[in-house]
T-cell receptor, first 112, second 115 residues
Framework: KAGVTQTPRYLIKTRGQQVTLSCSPI?????VSWYQQTPGQGLQFLFE???????NKGNFPGRFSGRQFSNSRSEMNVSTLELGDSALYLC???????????FGPGTRLTVL | KQEVTQIPAALSVPEGENLVLNCSFT??????LQWFRQDPGKGLTSLLL?????REQTSGRLNASLDKSSGRSTLYIAASQPGDSATYLC??????????????FGTGTLLAVQP
């Protein structure tokens, strides 16, 4: 079974731009969660989508948004990029609630 | 507010040694606790998941224990190998409210196993 895939793997953007990251979960998984990883703050939860509905949201500004499609694929969008948004963005999928999560390789975003 | 702490932050051991990584959390209301490993520049690999009702889980050379009342978990690695070198992260799924897959992560332990 294919694992979680994320595209693109690397991105370079400039301040003020917006970016969209994509995540394809393991086949059959209904939950997709997004995390931001930085050296200073570690891994922080962004949001979770389950069957196309946002089920939980972390403490991030409204510039961070996401959505999930009927095939469970998910996208997250960051608008008006800031230097501090430079990070590794990881998505994870799981079959159901409170279940083992399987992580993708991440998208490395650099904001200049 | 749930906080997760891992000690030590870094650990270097010779090959073959048994070792213990520690994880503590401030709120005992959790659904489960998971241990992950992360290789440099890569995503996370799930190692073990312990449900809140369980005391331990084992997989190969790995054994994880959970003491919910004291807010502690340990990951025991037997007969360490250079391939075990990675950052080890523990994460809790906070209880209260509806069940979700939100995880709160610790700061990680960077393990180096010397050949």
């Amino acid at each position: 079974k294919a694992g979680v895939t994320q595209t693109p793997r690397y991105l370079i953007k400039t301040r003020g731009q917006q970016v969209t990251l994509s995540c394809s979960p393991i086949s059959g998984h209904r939950s997709v969660s997004w995390y931001q990883q930085t050296p200073g703050q570690g891994l922080q939860f962004l949001f979770e989508y389950f069957s196309e509905t946002q089920r939980n949201k972390g403490n991030f500004p409204g510039r961070f948004s996401g959505r999930q499609f009927s095939n469970s694929r998910s996208e997250m969008n960051v608008s008006t990029l800031e230097l501090g948004d430079s990070a590794l963005y990881l998505c994870a999928s799981s079959l159901d609630s409170v279940d083992t999560q399987y992580f993708g390789p991440g998208t490395r975003l650099t904001v200049l | 507010k749930q906080e997760v702490t891992q000690i030590p932050a870094a650990l270097s051991v010779p090959e073959g040694e048994n070792l213990v990584l520690n994880c503590s959390f401030t709120d005992s209301a959790i659904y489960n606790l998971q241990w992950f490993r992360q290789d440099p520049g890569k995503g996370l690999t799930s190692l073990l998941l312990i449900q809140s009702s369980q005391r331990e889980q084992t997989s190969g050379r790995l054994n994880a224990s959970l003491d919910k009342s004291s807010g502690r978990s340990t990951l025991y690695i037997a007969a360490s190998q250079p391939g075990d070198s990675a950052t080890y992260l523990c994460a809790v799924s906070p209880g209260g409210g509806g069940a979700t897959n939100k995880l709160i992560f610790g700061t990680g332990t960077l393990l180096a196993v010397q050949p």
